[in-house]
């Protein structure tokens, strides 16, 4: 469980670009690894729920830090 803290963690670190490149990365990886385990060629099975992880954990911050700027910007105004 430590593991996935320090990964969400280093993940808040990054910026909203950053987040975005990292998530247009893993759509990538996610897309090979569905194709490869489609041609029996996956050799590591457990990567595809790792990356499908990892991305809904992307998302998720993103989300969140949407909301806060959009309340933020409504306290503003």
């Known amino acids: 469980m430590a593991q996935n803290s320090t990964k969400t ?11 975005s490149e990292e998530l ?16 029996n060629q996956l050799e590591a099975p457990a990567r595809i729920r790792e990356v499908r992880r990892t ?12 909301k806060r700027s959009d309340a933020d910007a409504k306290a503003k105004a």
């Open 9 to 19: 963690d280093d993940l808040r670190q990054k910026s909203d670009d950053q987040l």
């Open 55 to 66: 991305i809904a954990k992307i998302k998720t911050l993103q989300t969140e830090r949407s």
């Open 24 to 39: 247009t990365t893993l759509k990538r990886e996610q897309f090979n690894l569905r194709f490869q385990a489609a041609t």
